[in-house]
């Protein structure tokens, strides 16, 4: 017999958490939420009708904290637990555990997860199933040399693949025989911090692969059905960063068998809930592998549910409840259709002209359009922090539109018009993507990012020079009280005495401006501005723009400025610039970029430079130390490893050299910019 919950306790944190939190209110279901220290000020712990307090900041004191979680449930009187994604959403021990106690998991049974967490054993169960997987090793001996024989009889290049794996963590391509032993390393390693598991598989990989999974769904009763396909293809280390449906380029037929192999997968265990079962699409030969189930909600459910009408959180919950499927017929003429485009593009607080290294601080100001057909699932707003201890994913932008093409176009003018300031984000390097020609003509494999790295990490620096020629006038204009808003940067009411200066000024060109030359920094450049000329017959001021080392720049014409308001700079053409200024940086949304610029220069030395010394490129834990003072590195050496949200970054040696000094320590906390490593070149 089913039950209807009266009470649900959220196992997640962030956007995912305000996500099911919506449904619930819809249903008229309290919510719990449960935070941890770092998430004490968070949004969804605002919206909750009920919140308690976990522990530390760490995951695995907080969010993977299984009898704390029990304790929380038994004390707010929950009926069921929405485990989101991510966390305990996969453990089969915590689905276990909940049942003994006689609350509902929304999610599929213990032994499901159990099958399909596994990828060694859910390769077997979909082999016995009829279901094509892709050719490999998945067998229990671990012992590297026999691992290194297989990998040697499936051919270069393969993938190293953790069992219990997900989200690209644990996951290494080898191109090469004498690259396995190093990455076999690493990716056990990561597997084995990410997920307590370091045991791996190997796979032969596909050459030009789409990455295409479809949206499965199964009742107590024995009813499975799908909600079309979603294409997954666009991703930066292993991880998606654009989702779309229905998915381009493929034929109907292929879909169907997809789609009827999809529902096949899910029930040879019998499956109940919410499911995505993931082929590797090969292009060539339009071939496709079973990749994985993921037995939970996925990040990218929205563009379902924006193509079909469908709430998919609420047939989880009614699921879970024991209630058939709101429709079990694949075929009938009432079964909910695929209608329009749907396009979601996941926003990350990470630097892509940086190898995607994260970035953490807090978020000053956020901002995205709020029209028809755009959703945007988010956990953070205004003042919100981002940490170093979570994934860097602050929001999904969805939009819907009736074609592709309409729907693109929609995102890339919705995206324009986006900003966040505070954190380094992705939003300007999701433009770029979005408006390549191959990804609007739909020609797209998991390989788009890597195949076109030097077209979208390319930076126009006529956006750069016109960025820093307007933060000449800022800092002319408006921070005349330069020394009292340095003295306040950093302190607690730093926000409340910012929101008091006066809002609004009249633009007034004078000496000071005409005169008076500036020294910034942005995104790595050193740039100096002076103001070149002013044409009263025009209105424009002139500013020569140059960047340091290089010498190289151009003349920046500006319109004349009519008015500078606490956050708009307004020019006599209608154009507007937002900024937002906190302590010594200045905030600029020009075009689709947020401009983070520092008015004094960066005490920065990048790995890749011909620099002696070796800084952190972002907050994180030291998690490996391969060299010792005396060393002789040759080019290419891994000195030290470092992880931050899971991932892996790793220090190597630019040049040959001798180390000299060791800042860090195995196991040691470091922040971004701190000095890890000195060496001395060598012959």
């Known amino acids: 017999m089913g039950m209807d919950i009266q009470k649900l306790l959220i196992a997640n944190r962030g956007e995912i958490a305000v996500r099911i939190i919506k449904t619930c209110k819809k249903l008229g279901i309290m919510t719990v939420a449960i935070f941890s220290e770092a998430d004490k000020g968070a949004l969804f ?89 892709v050719p490999g090793y998945n067998g229990e001996s671990q012992e590297e040399e026999l691992l290194f024989q297989k990998a040697r009889e499936i051919g270069f290049p393969l993938m190293i693949k953790a069992t219990a794996g997900g989200g690209g963590k644990g996951m290494k391509k080898v191109d090469k025989a004498g690259e396995f032993k190093h990455l076999l390393e690493s990716a056990k390693r990561e597997a084995k911090n990410a997920f307590g598991n370091d045991k791996v598989f190997l796979e032969r990989y596909i050459t030009s692969p789409r990455h295409i999974e479809f949206q499965v769904f199964g009742d107590t009763l024995g009813n499975v059905v799908h909600l079309y396909e979603r294409d997954c293809s666009v991703q930066r280390r292993h991880q998606k960063i654009i989702e779309e449906s229905p998915g381009i380029n493929i034929p109907i037929e292929i879909k169907h068998k997809m789609g009827e192999i999809a529902v096949l997968a899910a029930k040879s265990i019998q499956y109940v ?59 009938s003429p009432e079964f909910p259709k695929q209608k329009g485009h749907s396009i979601e593009v996941r926003i990350y607080a990470e630097d892509s002209e940086n190898n995607f290294a994260p970035s953490i601080g807090k978020i000053h100001q956020v901002s995205f359009p709020d029209n028809d057909g755009i959703r945007l699932d988010t956990g953070v707003e205004n003042h919100s922090e981002v940490n170093i201890y979570y994934d860097p994913m602050l929001a999904k932008l969805i ?64 956006e750069i020079y016109k960025a820093f020629a307007l933060c000449t006038i800022l800092h002319s204009i408006r921070y005349k009280i330069e020394d009292v808003w340095n003295l306040l940067s950093g302190f607690q009411f730093w926000d409340e005495f910012a929101n008091k200066i006066e ?33 009263r017959y025009k209105n424009c001021l002139f ?72 800084y952190s490129q972002m907050p994180g834990k030291v998690i490996q130390i ?22 892996e970054n790793t220090i190597r040696a630019h040049s040959n050299c001798l180390v000299e000094k060791i800042h860090c320590s195995v196991g040691d906390m470091v922040s971004q910019d701190e000095l890890l490593v000195e060496v001395k070149p060598t012959v």
């Open 45 to 133: 712990v605002k919206l909750a009708d009920e919140s308690y307090f976990l522990g530390e900041s760490e995951p695995q004191k907080s969010y993977l904290n299984i009898s704390k979680i029990i304790e929380i449930c038994k004390q707010s009187g929950v009926d069921a637990v929405h485990p989101g994604y991510g966390f305990l959403s996969e453990n089969d021990s915590f689905c276990k555990i909940l049942q003994k106690e006689g609350i509902l998991f929304i999610g599929p049974s213990p032994e499901s997860i159990r099958i399909m967490g596994d990828k060694v054993e859910s390769r077997k169960k979909m082999v016995e199933s009829g279901v094509p997987v």
């Open 273 to 331: 809930g919410a499911g995505t079962v993931e082929f590797i699409y090969e292009v060539p030969t339009q071939e496709f592998y079973f990749l994985e189930m993921n037995t939970r909600l996925q990040v990218e459910h929205p563009v379902t549910e924006m193509v079909t009408g469908l709430d998919l959180v609420e047939w989880q919950i009614r699921v879970a409840e024991g209630k058939p499927l709101p429709y079990t017929d694949q075929d």
């Open 399 to 462: 939009v819907y539109d009736t074609n592709r093409e309409t729907c693109l176009n929609k995102l890339i003018q919705t995206l324009e018009k986006s900003y966040l300031f505070g954190v380094t984000t992705n939003i300007s390097y999701l433009k770029k993507i979005l408006s390549h020609p191959e990804f609007k003509n739909g020609n797209i494999t998991t390989h788009f990012i890597e195949n076109h790295t030097h077209v979208l990490g390319e930076t126009k620096k006529e």
């Open 503 to 535: 809002h609004s000024k009249d633009f007034v060109l004078d000496s000071d401006i005409l005169n008076k030359g500036y020294q910034l920094s942005c995104s790595g450049f050193e740039v100096s501005t002076i103001v070149e000329s002013y044409d």
């Open 543 to 614: 500013f020569k723009v140059w960047i340091e080392g290089e010498k190289q720049g151009g003349l920046v014409e500006i319109p004349n400025l009519e008015r500078v308001t606490h956050e708009e700079l307004i020019f006599s053409d209608g154009s507007k610039v937002v900024y937002y200024r906190y302590g010594l940086n200045t905030y600029l949304h020009l075009g689709d970029e947020a401009y983070y610029i520092r008015n004094v220069p960066s005490a920065y030395a990048s790995q890749e430079s011909s620099s002696n010394t070796f």
């Open 626 to 647: 391969n060299s010792n003072v005396g060393d002789k590195l040759k080019t290419g050496d891994v000195i030290l490893v470092m992880e931050a949200m899971k991932m």
